[in-house]
């Protein structure tokens, strides 16, 4: 059982209200059980949305409290991050998921590389909220980037 971004599917609940369709992961991945997540939904934001970034670290620092979600208005969402993570494990857990392919960049699910924070396209290391949280559940998690 594989977790997948919805939006590498063609799914439309990318913040913008539009999609990150990867034709060659939906080919690749067309004899596995997959299970279409989106962590921004499932912890209560709409779509389309503001985009939000991580500020003042990583994934893993907003999971201690060290680090907060900012939308672009300034506006807090790290508990709707926080939300959609927990509520993506859980899904994991009771599906058995052993991995993940998750949007690369993403404040929720980057892997290895996510925006700074100063929402000028600048990319530092770490990983999104959900991305992190899975990791330290024992789910290996990849990007659409690392898995093609």
């Not at 990318?14 to 060659?24: D, F, P, S, T």
């Not at 201690?64 to 959609?84: L, M, P, Q, S, Y």
């Not at 909220?129 to 990007?143: D, P, R």
């Amino acid at each position: 059982m594989v977790l997948i971004s919805a939006c590498l599917l063609g799914v439309n609940c990318k913040y913008n209200g539009k999609n990150n369709l990867k034709e060659e992961v939906k080919k690749h991945l067309k004899e596995q059980n997959i299970v279409p997540i989106c962590p921004e939904q499932l912890g209560g934001l709409s779509t389309p949305r503001l985009p939000a970034e991580i500020k003042g670290g990583n994934g893993e620092d907003v999971l201690k409290g060290k680090a907060k979600v900012i939308n672009i208005d300034g506006v807090d969402v790290t508990a709707e991050f926080i939300k959609g993570a927990y509520e993506t494990l859980k899904i994991a857990k009771s599906l058995g998921a052993t991995k993940a392919i998750l949007k690369a960049k993403s404040p929720s699910c980057g892997y290895g590389q996510i925006y700074n924070g100063s929402f000028k396209g600048v990319l530092s290391a770490g990983s999104g909220v959900t991305t992190a949280l899975l990791m330290q559940n024992g789910i290996e998690v990849c990007s659409e980037e690392d898995f093609l």
